[in-house]
């Protein structure tokens, strides 16, 4: 799971004891967090949770040798690393009781490749698509011809899935035609900032960019036609790492 992302939980418990479980009333049957007893998870769901210590109620009255179904939802926590999420039943004012399960989970940096197909991608002015180079990014790229007063860009809206500061890369395929002064401008929290690539060189890997904070849902990456002439500027593919 990656920070800010939502996946549904759902545990299904038998009912071996003699009492009926209720989801209301004075001792209702709920789903408690464990290791510590009515920790504060990270991953608490507001709207979904019923406390930061309760993720569930069970969904019904459940008689004895019933299933009592707990559906939840875990939202991926700002802070990496390995995750061990315990639960165990509780009647609420009586007991707790029944198994502890646990759930080993992973929270990673979102990893998002944005290809010239893809439909975060878009182009002004005239551009070409070339599919002969074999340090492409997928099936093809678009390409341009250069001149300092050319209008014609690429740009890759990024749709930030979280708020913070992301590691921005791109792709292009490298050859002697290229610009040795392809402009990418990076549009980010704290306004625009350019970096110059020669897309002679490093061709067919991913060629960091720089860190930069993007707001939810926001920040882009263009690529600008403008540059000396007799050369040709490639877009191809960019790619955001983090938050971090």
């Known amino acids: 799971i990656r920070p800010g992302e ?9 009912n071996t004891g003699g009492t009926t479980w209720s989801p209301s009333g004075n001792n209702p049957v709920r789903l408690g967090t464990q290791n510590p007893q009515d920790r504060s998870s990270p991953f608490y769901t507001a709207g979904s949770w019923i406390s930061p210590n309760r993720p569930a109620v069970v969904h019904t009255t459940v008689s004895p040798g019933g299933q ?5 939802v875990l939202t991926g926590p700002r802070a990496y690393g390995s995750y061990t999420e315990t639960y165990r039943l509780v009647q609420e004012g009586v007991t707790w009781f029944g198994a502890t399960v646990s759930f080993n989970i992973q929270v990673v940096p979102w990893d998002l490749v944005y290809d010239n197909t893809s439909s975060n ?15 492409k990014y997928g099936a093809d790229y678009r390409w341009t ?27 292009w395929s490298q050859g002697t035609n290229r ?27 991913w060629v960091y960019l720089g860190r930069f904070t993007f707001p939810q849902g926001g920040g882009d990456v263009y690529l600008s036609a403008s540059a000396p002439s007799g050369y ?6 960019v790619r955001i790492v983090g938050p971090y």
């Open 121 to 135: 991608f878009s182009v002004s002015g005239s551009w070409s698509t070339g599919t002969m180079a074999t340090d």
């Open 232 to 237: 040709v500027v490639i877009a191809d593919a």
């Open 68 to 72: 009592g179904i707990f559906r939840f």
């Open 179 to 205: 610009s040795t002064q392809a402009r990418y401008t990076i549009a980010h929290a704290n306004g625009n900032t350019t970096v110059t690539a020669n897309q002679q060189t490093n061709g067919g890997l």
């Open 6 to 14: 939502r996946i549904t939980a759902e545990l299904r418990f038998s």
């Open 145 to 171: 011809s250069t001149n300092p007063s050319s209008t014609a860009s690429a740009r890759w809206f990024l749709n930030a899935p979280v708020s913070g500061a992301y590691d921005v890369y791109a792709w």
